[in-house]
């Protein structure tokens, strides 16, 4: 990975210090890679649309083949999925896939010009809904069904900024108090300043290789057991960015599942493992009030029972199954192609036990798990 920050520098910058440095850890060369996937970003001009070119060109131009994918934040698991399927498939045997972004100050903001036909323009021109707002609107429905409060909330940011304290490459590493968290600034209620993930510059890359290629080279790995890439199923009951609405459920019922909770699901199916079997999982804490509603669709526990697990340290370092041990968005914030590689990482770093402080005890099984606009999400599952 690159240091994540607020660097000012180019993305591909941060995107082939990352790649090196997975390539240095796979013991490999730039010229053993035979297929190089990246995940887009939106914000940096026509080298981010066609990213994995542009990385490529960056390392050296070697003759590997090359793909570049966009799945707003499940770009880059959806990078990794291509990269899986083509190994999987036989058609190659090492692969390097990158994600990169360098971010503005503050909100992210729709792309430039005028689409009366694009939902997530819209709702910036007609509505003025930041993604802040969004959050707080899933935090307020949280507060209304279970009655959670900013107290809890603020727990989840003491939880995710000391583990992201002991994290070298997370952008804010340090620990702070709930009595710190419920004192910043109001940003969308009952959301304060550090209850949001900022936007950040940043890297990350992995190699993916065949089993049969890795075990001759000899290097530690993990094991890719899932990578689920799903859509909602109608009627999506529950708000989703950049949606105004939700479909209504008169005329049928609502899915037995809703969005996020069958992210996981289909990843748990995929791999033949259940919640149960969880070591650790990172989350996509856009928000604080984010993360407990994720532990429940993860099925850590039953719906509206995520505070009473974070309250006892379950998911805390050293709990019985760690969420966030990286820090998460809390400790690094946004940069949106590089977030789901970053969680694999943390998953491959806690499964071969080299997470140092922040390592979760006898790790077997890590799941990371992100949502992207338009009805992507994504979960991967790793392990030994």
């Known amino acids: 990975m690159h240091p994540w920050g607020k660097w000012g520098r180019p993305f591909l910058e941060y995107g082939v210090a990352a790649a090196r440095a997975a390539l240095r850890d796979a013991g490999l060369e730039w010229t ?3 297929y190089v996937v990246g995940a887009d970003t939106i914000r940096n001009g026509y080298p981010g649309f066609v990213s994995g070119a ?7 131009w070697s003759g590997a083949r090359v793909a570049s994918c966009y799945a707003a934040c499940a770009s880059g698991a959806q990078a990794l999925d291509i990269a899986r399927a083509r190994i999987l498939a036989g058609l190659c045997d090492v692969a390097l896939v990158i994600g990169a972004d360098a971010t503005p100050k503050g909100f992210f903001k729709p792309v430039g010009g005028d689409r009366p036909d694009d939902p997530d323009w819209l709702r910036f021109r007609l509505l003025g809904a ?19 409060t900013s107290a809890d909330f603020a727990a989840v940011k003491v939880k995710n900024a000391l583990a992201g304290s002991l994290n070298p490459m997370a952008r804010y590493r340090k620990p702070v108090t709930a009595e710190e968290v419920l004192a910043s600034p109001m940003v969308a209620d009952p959301l304060r300043l550090m209850d949001i993930c900022a936007t950040s510059d940043g890297g990350a890359a992995v190699v993916l290789a065949s089993e049969e290629y890795a075990r001759r080279r000899g290097t530690g790995f993990v094991r890719l057991a899932a990578v689920s890439t799903v859509t909602p199923l109608f009627p999506n009951t529950v708000l989703e960015l950049p949606d105004f609405a939700t479909d209504s459920c008169a005329a049928v019922p609502a899915p037995e599942r809703p969005f996020r909770a069958a992210i996981t699901h289909a990843a748990y199916e995929e791999a033949g493992v259940g919640p149960d079997d969880l ?18 669709d993860l099925g850590l526990c039953p719906p509206g029972e995520a505070e009473k697990l974070l309250r006892d340290g379950r998911t805390a370092l050293g709990g019985r199954v760690p969420v966030n041990p990286s820090g998460g968005l809390a400790s690094f914030g946004e940069a949106i192609p590089a977030q789901a590689i970053a969680q694999l990482v943390e998953l491959a770093t806690q499964l071969r036990g080299r997470a140092g402080a922040r390592q979760t005890a006898n790790a077997r099984v890590g799941l990371a798990a992100n949502q992207g606009l338009f009805g992507h999400g994504s979960a991967i599952i790793a392990t030994v």
């Open 32 to 34: 053993d890679v035979q």
């Open 54 to 60: 542009s990385y490529a060109r960056e390392l050296g």
């Open 130 to 148: 930041t993604n802040p707002a969004y959050f707080a609107l899933y935090a307020r429905r949280r507060m209304a069904l279970y009655g959670s």
């Open 279 to 296: 070591s650790l999982a990172e989350v996509y804490d856009l928000s604080t009030a984010l993360e407990l509603d994720w532990m429940e």
